[in-house]
Each structure stands twice: as structure tokens, then as C-alpha cells.
């Protein structure tokens, strides 16, 4: 025993040759340097914590402490293969990480919160954690204040996973001495380094989300080339499904991931965007994005967006949509050749506003829904049965009135007063605009889109824009006495005209007939009809009165009539709070001549295998939809391109709400059907025009192959 101890203290003193002066003295000073080396060390990291699944140290990124030094302190985790632990938010499930420093002594100090590098996601039977592998260090500031040496006292607490989950905590103690200034980085510094490294950086694009879970950023430097992948992680639980697939889509200067909300939009969003480039290459950007969808950065944006908006509407007076108003569009015209110039400008300037105020109201009620969390897009409207069966009513009672069943204005060619005439104008206006909320023409849906992702007062304008387009020929008509000159005189002619554009309108009923028994059943097309025939009889008993009225006054028999016509139409308003306790059809998924229902799952199962898929949002309220599909889509040319390519022809059934298909609009710059996607077996998806040929389908489908 005493053998060993002297070899163990002959070892300690590093015994050497008395006789070799010089080597004696060069060991000596390299045991000095090692030593002090081995003490800086030592300073800079506590002792471990060990356990079968990891080893943890708190370290510091400096020797020593100069007088009111900051310091880095972080927790240091060497986790064992297999294991991991959790970020800031982590996830579906976990715990993040504490850590807890106090320093005593000649400088005293506490530690701030701990910050995160960018985790690592890892999705495990149907949940999503956001967490670290390997080695991490989750650093924080501490601010000393005094002179000399002090002591540093930590507690952590993590939590690591595999398998199972095991909670950890350690106490940690490091001494640290006192320098006269700051000593400079420590023999840890690296650690700290890495670890800044992995901290996301603040973004540089301009972020904004919208309702329907659409997370968008805008901004130079993004293109399909510098973001082939990208994700987000909320800095908080409980806001998204997090396991739900984020869908990518990137053009020039805008990135946009769908995002599937847990309940509503938040007020506020913030978190991880992860961008990769085709190399693998990317960044980690901290976002706090505000609700509204990007806000566009250049000056010329909104007048770009006017224009469009401007031609959309002119365009909306061509497409099928805007047929049943024919009628009362017909009448507003022909009054113009048989009226002095002044009233044919009242008319069209009452006209105009009723047209561009109802787009004003429709576009504030969007505004507000989307801000409110719905997930909202143009003819969210047409989704309600109530709705649709409202409008079929009043489309049936406008028909009835031109067959002459009764009155609300005087006839056309009286000399009626002004403000009599201009409210039937400014109604005309808004019928105009209720039924042909379905339809989106050319042009429209990017001004949609940019106005429901601009400020309000941008967005209203737009608004106005679109309006002031659809009304526009009117205008022009009543504003250009050479027009006006040419149009036919008013006369007996008219009236036949007026009772043949009735049965217009009569056939836009049968079809919001079916769009109501398409989204309830026929529960819901049964109270429809039967409101109808009671709204009939209404409108008859009505007309009855004003018609004896008008031989003999109000006698006891006019004033019944009216009393029963407004029994009746209290009774039909009843009934259609009945239709609104109705539960809608749900969709079926599934094939149906040769049609998929679509899903993202079997897009993307779709794309996996290698097939070409042609996606058809549609909705059976959009008469454009109706069009392009009896036109283009069901062509038995486009039916032999299909089946000669193999492609998966996929239908989203927008009748009625669903938050998946409103996403996957957003995603695509649209906020309303109809929109036609195309993706090839390599590449990314091309957006068709609204308005189909077979030919522009055939080009497409040529186009994106060869």
C-alpha cells in the first residue's frame, strides 16, 4: 500500500531526473500551461448530470468574470441516440425545457428566459413534436453586477422522449473568478456559437394570415427557385393542426402555406417559417404575422387592382350569371330612348349606385366574416339554403310582377315622379349584383383575392371598381345622346317584351330549386316550392287589391286581400327560418363516372404515383361552373384526352362550406369558384382560365406534356 501511494504521489509531483536541469525545467512549465488550461475548462462548464439517455452540463462562455459581466449561460444536453427533447412549443406533445441561474458572490445576477435554436419536427402516430436530437444548447443572458468572483447555482428540468417519456432535472454549480476586465470568449464559446447559428432569424418578408389558415409572405427574394419547400411552427400549442399538411405555393415575391386552424383564426400569429431551396440549402425566419393576407408593397398595386377589378365587372355583364336580370335591364335601357336626357342620367346614376353600393355592402360583409375567423370567399353567400331560397323567391316574385299579377312602380312610359322611378333603378342595381354574385369573369378573381388581402379602405375600393364596371354600359348609354338616340321608343310592344322576360327569371328559380335541394334534400326543396306557391297567391291576392283600389277605393273586400297577402308572406318568411334548422347534405366522397371527390390526401397519393390531375373547384350555385362543364369539361373530346393520359379528374364540391377546398382556393390566389388547376406528372400545378374551351383544355393538357 505505501508502494502505491508513492507511485501515485510520484506521479501527482511529476517526478524527473535531478541530473537533466533543462528538460526538468521545460516539463514543469508545460504542466503549469496544461494546468491552467485544464482549470479554464472547468471554469466554463459545471459537472455533469448523467443518466441512461443523456448528460447534461450547465456552461458558460467565459473563464471568468470581469467587472459587470454578461454572461451566456446555457444548458447543455448530449442526448443518447434515439432520444429527444422538446422545443419552445413542442408540439402535440412534451414539455419545453427551464433552466434557472442565480449567481452569488462578488457579482451577484439571474438568469433571463432561455432561447431556442430552430428544433427538428418529428411526426409519430398521428401527433407532431417539434424537438432537438443529438447535441443542443439552449442558451441564455445573464447579467452580473460587482467585481470578483462569483458562483453560479442553476436548476433545469427537460423532459426526453422516445418510447417513452422521462422527466430530468439537475442542479449545476460553477465557479467562475474574478477578472479585472472581460477575459473574452471561453474555452465554451463554440457551444454558444452553434447555437446562435441555429436561432432562427428575424424575417424580412411581410407576413399575414387569413382566416381560412392561409400564411402569407411577400417580398423580393422569393421565387419557386429559392423556396421548393417551406413549413411553419406556431411559437404556441393549440393554433393549428399541426400533423395537417402545409401546402406550398410560391410565385414571384409571395409564398403562401395553408394552414389547417384547430378552431378559429388567432389574433395574432407567430413562429417558425423553414425555407429550403432546391439544394436543400435554407433559412429558419421568426414571423409575427398579422390577419389579413399580404399587403401588397408597391405603389402601383391598388391601381393595378382597380383596373382589374373595373374590367372584371364589365366583363360580368357577358357571362350566364347575370341572365336573369336581362328583364329589368332591358327596361332600364329602353326608358332611356324615351326620356329627356336628365332623367335618363338620374336613372343610370341611381342604377349605378344601387350596383356599386350592393358591391360595397357584399364586399364589407366579406371583410368582416374573414376577420371574425370564416373562412369566407366570394359567393360565401350562395352556401346558406336560406339564402338561396330567399333569392328564388324574390326572383319569383319579380317575374310575377312582370306578368303583371301586380304592381310595385308605375309603368314604364307614365310620367311618374323622379324618385318613384329612380328606386325601382337602384333596385334593378341590386339584383344585378345578388345574382351575379356566383360568377367570377376574367380578371375578377385576382382582384378579389388582392382586395381580400389589402387594407379595408383598398379592399372597398376595389369593391366600388368592380360595381362601377357592371354598371358601366348603362352609364355609357345614358351619358351619349347618340346611343340613346338609337334606341327603340317605348311603346305597346313593351309590354309583351316585359311579360316574355319574366320566364328568365322563372327558370333561374327551377335552378335555385335544385342548388337548394343539392345542399339540404328534399326537405328543404319542398318548403322552397310550397314558400313559392304561398308567395304566388301573395302576390295575387295583392294585385287583386290594388286593382279594385284603384275602380273603387279602399273597401272592406281591398283591405281583407291585403291582410291575407300579408298573412301569407309572414307565414313564407316562417317558413324559411324552417329551412335554416335544416342540416345540409353532407358530401360523398368517392367516385362517380369516373369523377374523384377531392381531398388533399388524394391529390397527393395522386401526384406520388406519377399521374396527371386536373382539379375542377366548382359549386352547383355557379353558373359559370355549370357552363364550362356542360362547354369544356364534358366534351367528349376532353372526356378521350383524359382517359388517353391517364388523368385523375378531381372535384371539389364547393355548394357548401368546406374549410378544405376554401383553403386550397386561397392557396391558388382565388377567392371563389371556378378555379381549374392542372398538374402534370412532374412539376408544379397550372391555373386554367375561368372561362373553358375544349381547346384551352387541349392545350393545356398538350402544353404541360411534351
Excluded at 213 to 234: N, V
Excluded at 242 to 269: E, N
Excluded at 551 to 571: D, E, N, S
Aim: net charge neutral; charged share 10%.
Amino acid at each position: 500500500m505505501a508502494r502505491e501511494a508513492g507511485a501515485e504521489q510520484t506521479r501527482g509531483a511529476f517526478f524527473l531526473p535531478i541530473g537533466d536541469g533543462r528538460v526538468s525545467r521545460f516539463l514543469a512549465f508545460c504542466m503549469v500551461v496544461l494546468s491552467l488550461l485544464g482549470s479554464q475548462v472547468l471554469a466554463a462548464e459545471s459537472s455533469p448530470v448523467v443518466s441512461a439517455r443523456d448528460v447534461a452540463t450547465l456552461v458558460t462562455n467565459r473563464d471568468a468574470a470581469g467587472p459587470d459581466q454578461t454572461l451566456s449561460v446555457g444548458l447543455h444536453l448530449k442526448l443518447k441516440p434515439g432520444w429527444h427533447t422538446y422545443w419552445l412549443n413542442p408540439g402535440d406533445a412534451g414539455e419545453a425545457p427551464t433552466l434557472k441561474v442565480t449567481a452569488s458572490g462578488g457579482q451577484t445576477g439571474m438568469s433571463g428566459a432561455l432561447h431556442f435554436p430552430t428544433p427538428v419536427r418529428i411526426a409519430d402516430g398521428g401527433l407532431m413534436s417539434y424537438a432537438y436530437v443529438g447535441e443542443v444548447t439552449l442558451p441564455a443572458t445573464l447579467a452580473l453586477h460587482g467585481t470578483g468572483g462569483t458562483t453560479l447555482k442553476a436548476h433545469a428540468e427537460w423532459l426526453v422522449c422516445a418510447n417513452t417519456c422521462v422527466p430530468e432535472s439537475g442542479d449545476f454549480t460553477l465557479d467562475l473568478p474574478g477578472a479585472a476586465r472581460d477575459p473574452g470568449p471561453g474555452a465554451q464559446e463554440p457551444l454558444f456559437a452553434q447555437a446562435m447559428a441555429a436561432m432562427p432569424q428575424p424575417s424580412p418578408f411581410t407576413a399575414r394570415f387569413a382566416p381560412d389558415g392561409g400564411l402569407t409572405l411577400t417580398g423580393a427574394g422569393l421565387s419557386p427557385e429559392t423556396a421548393k419547400q417551406a413549413w411553419f411552427m406556431p411559437s404556441v400549442p393549440g393554433v393549428i393542426d399541426q400533423v395537417a399538411a402545409q401546402s406550398l405555393h410560391v410565385s414571384d415575391g409571395r409564398l403562401t402555406l395553408t394552414l389547417k386552424w384547430l378552431q378559429r383564426a388567432p389574433k395574432t400569429l407567430s413562429g417558425i417559417v423553414v425555407i429550403r431551396d432546391a439544394s436543400g440549402q435554407g433559412s429558419a425566419l421568426w414571423i409575427d404575422a398579422g390577419p389579413g393576407g399580404a399587403v401588397p408593397r408597391d405603389g402601383g398595386a391598388l391601381p393595378r387592382l382597380l383596373g382589374l377589378a373595373f374590367l372584371g365587372g364589365l366583363i360580368l355583364n357577358l357571362m350566364p350569371c347575370v341572365f336573369p336580370v336581362l328583364a329589368m335591364k332591358a327596361f332600364s335601357v329602353v326608358k332611356i330612348g324615351g326620356v329627356a336626357r336628365r332623367r335618363a342620367l338620374m336613372s343610370a346614376g341611381a342604377y349605378a349606385a344601387g350596383v356599386m353600393g350592393s358591391f360595397a355592402a357584399l364586399g364589407g360583409l366579406l371583410l368582416a366574416l374573414r376577420a371574425a375567423g370564416a373562412a369566407a370567399g366570394w359567393g360565401f353567400q350562395f352556401q346558406s339554403p336560406v339564402f338561396v331560397v330567399g333569392v328564388c323567391w324574390l326572383l319569383l316574385i319579380m317575374a310575377l310582377n312582370l306578368l303583371g299579377a301586380f304592381e310595385v312602380t308605375t309603368r314604364l312610359g307614365q310620367d311618374v315622379p323622379p324618385r318613384h322611378g329612380l328606386a325601382g333603378d337602384a333596385l334593378t342595381g341590386l339584383l344585378a349584383v345578388v345574382v351575379a354574385s356566383p360568377c367570377t369573369a376574367p380578371f375578377m378573381g385576382a382582384a378579389i383575392a388582392g382586395a381580400l388581402g389589402g387594407p379595408v379602405w383598398g379592399a372597398l375600393a376595389i369593391f366600388l371598381a368592380m360595381g362601377l364596371g357592371l354598371a358601366f354600359p348603362y352609364v355609357l348609354i345614358a351619358g351619349v345622346p347618340a346611343i340613346a338616340a338609337r334606341l327603340p321608343r317605348p311603346g305597346a310592344w313593351m309590354d309583351v317584351l316585359r311579360q316574355f322576360l319574366a320566364f328568365p327569371l322563372l327558370a333561374t328559380c327551377v335552378w335555385l330549386l335544385w342548388v337548394a335541394e343539392v345542399q339540404g334534400g328534399a326537405a328543404i326543396m319542398v318548403l322552397a316550392a310550397g314558400g313559392g306557391v304561398a308567395l304566388g297567391l301573395a302576390c295575387w291576392l295583392f294585385g287583386l287589391a290594388q286593382r279594385k283600389a284603384m275602380l273603387a277605393g279602399a273597401t272592406p273586400g281591398v283591405m281583407l286581400a291585403r291582410g291575407l297577402a300579408l298573412l301569407i308572406v309572414v307565414g313564407a318568411l316562417a317558413g324559411l327560418g324552417r329551412v335554416a334548422t335544416l342540416p345540409t347534405a353532407a358530401m360523398q366522397p368517392g367516385k362517380s363516372d369516373g369523377v374523384v371527390a377531392f381531398s388533399l390526401e388524394a391529390l397527393a397519393t395522386a401526384r406520388a404515383a406519377g399521374k396527371p390531375v386536373f382539379v375542377d373547384m366548382t359549386a352547383a350555385w355557379c353558373i359559370t361552373c355549370m357552363v364550362n362543364e356542360r362547354v369544356a369539361l364534358d366534351a367528349p373530346s376532353v372526356r378521350r384526352a383524359f382517359a388517353q393520359r391517364g388523368v385523375v379528374f378531381m372535384k371539389g364540391d364547393w355548394t357548401n362550406r368546406n374549410g378544405t377546398i376554401s383553403a386550397f382556393l386561397h392557396e391558388h390566389g382565388r377567392e371563389g369558384v371556378p378555379l381549374y388547376v392542372y398538374y402534370p406528372p412532374h412539376g408544379d400545378g397550372q391555373v386554367l382560365p375561368q372561362v373553358l374551351t375544349p381547346g384551352v383544355v387541349a392545350h393545356v393538357l398538350d402544353g404541360r406534356e411534351s
